[in-house]
């Protein structure tokens, strides 16, 4: 039986090129420092008591039912800790499905997003599968926030959507505020009407936030995620802005979007935000350490960022490099290739001793002899 599979997939699918996840794990001992996740599998010192509160928790749950369609215990908790009302917030399986959700919204005839680039692959990967034009806004020197250029972009392109995140993954620096205020303001006025999106994954990292900021923008859209916080294995992600926005939002989402079982173990950790905020004073501790150690080894540039990872740039090529820590146990995530990116990689920052490796790996990678 013949079958053309390219008459029936959308041109615009059949265009883009997979989302790469990185190496298949294999066995075997291996430092994972490719997809800016925590490396404390729930802090090791108190595992044993999160654990048995988790299994407590989880037995609870009635896996024979539907989960709850509105993560309504789940939101409850949010709020209070966020300081918003539950109905600002919707709950997303993981942020990815906050983004298309999202596009979603905004798709059709005519519709455009704008974001800088680089940035997170996902914010075109999924506006380009359901025809929505993407506007490109380079950043500038050191990856800063061109804001001139994008505002000139958003009077040209007329986007619905605009897609900021802060601190940026892959290059981990924070946008100047007053930058993406100004953007916020463009995008409720005469020439552009758009929602702004301030992707917060990287807050705990970063300590800086525009959540208390939504009373002042009816156009601003807070995402948040625990992938980043030791929970990248429940896929939960948070999307918080005005009710009305939220309404919106929450039409387009499949009812029964979160498991049940995630969303009991989101409440177990939520309840120990404590406990969170010492991983990520961790975290933060040895970024610094790392940024410091890689600025003092030569044929490398560390740029400075405020979230769980470090760019950095070889002089020898990024390609080699990766190679050459791969085969001495080390993933990291190559972006050697990408525009803007050249001889980049994006190194998650571990645990203490992982950390030890990698720099322990790159020095000896780029040591003398290898300079070439
Ligand atoms: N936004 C940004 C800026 C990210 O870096 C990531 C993860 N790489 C995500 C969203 C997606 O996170 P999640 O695991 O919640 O889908």
Redesign the pocket.
């Known amino acids: 039986m013949r079958f053309d599979l390219h008459a029936v997939i959308r041109p615009e699918v059949q265009a883009q090129v997979p989302y790469h996840t990185g190496p298949e794990p294999r066995p075997g001992r291996r430092v994972k420092l490719d997809?800016?996740e925590s490396p404390f599998a729930l802090g090791e010192a108190l595992r044993g008591e999160l654990a048995a509160e988790f299994a407590r928790s989880l037995a609870d749950v009635e896996l024979h039912r539907y989960p709850d369609p509105t993560a309504r215990e789940l939101r409850g908790l949010l709020a209070r800790d966020l300081g918003v009302a539950e109905e600002q917030i919707l709950i997303a399986n993981?942020?990815?499905?906050a983004?298309q959700l999202l596009q979603m919204v905004v798709a059709g005839p005519g519709a455009s997003l704008a974001i800088p680039v680089p940035t997170?692959a996902?914010y075109a990967i999924g506006a380009r599968a359901m025809g929505i034009r993407v506007a490109e806004v380079p950043l500038g020197e050191d990856f800063a926030l061109d804001a001139a250029r994008f505002l000139d972009t958003l009077r040209r392109e007329r986007p619905r959507l605009v897609f900021l995140?802060w601190p940026?993954?892959p290059t981990g620096n924070l946008f100047d505020p007053g930058a993406v205020q100004a953007i916020l303001e463009a995008c409720a006025g005469r020439d552009c009407h758009a929602l702004v999106v301030v992707?917060e994954?990287?807050v705990h990292y970063s300590g800086r936030s525009f959540l208390p900021r939504l009373g002042e923008f009816p156009n601003l859209v807070v995402?948040r995620?625990?992938?980043?916080i030791g929970l990248?294995g429940i896929?939960?992600?948070i999307l918080i802005a005005n009710t009305d926005v939220v309404r919106e939002v929450n039409k387009v989402r499949m009812p029964y979007n979160v498991n049940a079982l995630s969303q009991a173990a989101a409440r177990v950790v939520l309840a120990h935000g404590d406990i969170v905020a010492q991983w990520a004073a961790v975290i933060v501790k040895e970024r610094e350490r790392v940024l410091a150690a890689v600025g003092a080894m030569p044929g490398v540039r560390a740029f400075p960022s405020q979230a769980n990872f470090v760019l950095i740039r070889t002089r020898r090529p990024g390609d080699a490099v990766c190679a050459d820590l791969l085969s001495r146990g080390i993933v990291v995530r190559n972006f050697s290739r990408a525009p803007h990116l050249a001889d980049c990689l994006r190194v998650t920052i571990g645990a203490p001793e992982e950390n030890d490796a990698f720099l322990d790996a790159l020095a000896a990678t780029l040591g003398p002899g290898s300079d070439t």
């Open positions: 997809a800016n993981g942020s990815d499905e983004i997170f996902m995140a940026n993954n992707d994954a990287y995402l995620t625990l992938s980043k990248a896929r939960l992600g």
